[in-house]
């Protein structure tokens, strides 16, 4: 802790992703909304080609305006190392760097980096080398969260229900498109969905309802990623509840998506003007029974402690419109988080506010970090 007994909280965002623009606008929220009388805040911006940054950041990575050095805006650092749980400001000269100097000492992390390389374990595995405690998921449960296609194995081995599926890479989808096409088409019914097996946001998603969409669809997710989920699609009521915890995790009220669009798409969640057609209507809570949103519950929590989440997940369900059944779709593990995103939503009609929620985030943060610092991480016989 500093010497002003504040917690210096790193917040990092952007990214190299298709939601780099998502992350500017959740990590924006959550800077704003954190106590300054509790934490003393440093951003830390990553480029869309991944360079490191911090000052004033958030502004210069919505215009693109990168040239580290110049006012306000420095080249910056994490090391692998846990002797030295600082950010660092890197020097460089010719395109080369020539020395280190700390910015300041970090006591925990919040990564708002949605998509690859933030929410797919990769920074999370830079901040345990690091020894910094952070908020949300650790390697595994960010991973599995992340992989479209492992998350469902993980689903079917724990006896958790999921719609049909199928997985092709994009490699083979170039060798022989006609062959796989007619396989989905044997084994799935129209409408399916084409998905990045890596990605969120629906970034690269696509609704097809005949074999030329479905063409199209595999294009445009094997262009984000080299292996493609394709998932039945269903007449279906679009469910969510928010997940808060580690081992003893809590979910919250359930709410309900109901897109105006074809499905909840990128532009349905992130783009759509209030009041226009596109805009999606949110309903929490969800217009289902007691006994329904009591099993939503208990299958959110059965599915985030299989993958082995932590401090939080907004857990995603498809219920059919005809037979009432629950699918589990996915867990979002950085979910949006600016103010009218659905997890803080559904956390504060659950009777937690959004500055009480980040409160919440970093305790548990540090809380796991402190039970992983007393295990044995040696051997000697």
């Not at 909280?9 to 992350?23: K, L």
Request: glycine share 8%.
């Amino acid at each position: 802790m500093n010497a002003h007994n504040k917690i210096r909280v790193g917040v990092i965002f952007g990214g190299r992703s298709g939601e780099h623009e998502v992350s500017l606008m959740s990590a924006q929220s959550v800077m704003a909304a954190l106590d300054p009388n509790k934490y003393a805040v440093t951003p830390i911006g990553i480029s869309k080609d991944g360079s490191w940054i911090t000052g004033e950041v958030v502004d210069a990575l919505n215009a693109d305006a990168l040239s580290a050095g110049t006012k306000d805006i420095h080249t910056a650092a994490l090391l692998p190392d846990p002797q030295a749980s600082a950010l660092m400001q890197v020097e460089v000269m010719d395109m080369r760097p020539v020395s280190l100097s700390v910015v300041t000492e970090l006591d925990v992390i919040i990564p708002v980096l949605h998509g690859t390389y933030g929410e797919d374990g990769t920074v999370q595995g830079l901040l345990e080398l690091a020894g910094l405690p952070y908020v949300g998921a650790g390697v595994v449960g960010s991973a599995v969260g992340m992989d479209k296609a492992i998350f469902k194995y993980v689903m079917v081995a724990n006896d958790l229900p999921v719609l049909p599926w199928l997985l092709f890479t994009s490699l083979d989808w170039a060798k022989r498109p006609s062959q796989i096409l007619d396989e989905i088409e044997v084994k799935l019914s129209y409408p399916v969905f084409t998905k990045p097996a890596n990605l969120g946001s629906s970034v690269g998603i696509t609704k097809c309802t005949n074999r030329a969409e479905l063409a199209d669809g595999m294009d445009a997710a094997a262009k984000y990623d080299r292996r493609v989920v394709i998932e039945q699609g269903i007449n279906a009521r679009e469910l969510e509840v928010a997940v808060l915890g580690n081992e003893q995790p809590e979910a919250s009220i359930v709410g309900e998506i109901r897109p105006r669009r074809d499905f909840y798409d990128y532009v349905a969640k992130y783009a759509a003007e209030p009041g226009s057609e596109d805009e999606s209507e949110l309903l929490i809570p969800a217009a289902i029974s007691a006994a329904t949103a009591d099993e939503v519950r208990a299958l959110a929590i059965r599915a985030y402690k299989a993958i082995d989440c932590g401090g939080l997940g907004r857990v995603d369900l498809l219920m059919d419109k005809q037979n009432g059944r629950l699918y589990l779709n996915e867990i979002n593990t950085i979910p949006g988080f600016t103010r009218i995103s659905m997890y803080p939503k559904l956390w504060e009609a659950s009777g937690l506010s959004y500055t009480q929620l980040l409160d919440k985030l970093i305790d548990l943060a540090l809380e796991r970090y402190m039970v992983k610092q007393e295990l044995t991480t040696t051997f000697e016989a």
